[in-house]
């Protein structure tokens, strides 16, 4: 079992920054892909940021470039946001993916950017 935590949403306003963590506890040795989700009112829930075990990251083309996710350790994940625009209001998930089951939510963070 993993247990995911997020953390650092609030309200901000447009151009600003905020920084979301993300702290796993449990089985983390059994996490290979650890990201951010978001679900904006009426929308899909989305990939915002990914980091795999090796390092490599990949990013939604909306947040590329003002996004970076970053892993302190083995249960810690952050997701810098700058440069936050309306359009970029959600509920932020943490994302924890393992061998051979289906992946782990956190409970959810909400972003909200005033225009």
């Known amino acids: 079992q993993v247990q995911l935590v997020e953390s650092g949403g609030g309200l901000v306003q447009a151009g600003g920054s905020l920084r979301l963590s993300c702290a796993a506890s449990?089985?983390?040795?059994?996490?290979?892909?650890i990201g951010w989700y978001r679900q904006a009112p009426g929308k899909q829930r989305e990939l915002v940021a990914a980091?795999?075990?090796?390092?490599?990251t990949n990013y939604a083309d909306s947040v590329e470039g003002r996004f970076t996710i970053s892993r302190a350790n083995a249960s810690t994940v952050y997701l810098q946001m700058n440069s936050l625009k309306f359009e970029d209001t959600a509920v932020y998930y943490c994302?924890?993916?393992?061998?051979?089951?289906?992946?782990?939510w956190g409970q959810g963070t909400q972003v909200t950017v005033s225009s």
């Open positions: 994302n924890a993916e393992v061998w051979k089951r289906p992946p782990y």
């Open positions: 449990g089985s983390t040795f059994s996490i290979t892909t």
């Open positions: 980091v795999r075990n090796g390092g490599s």
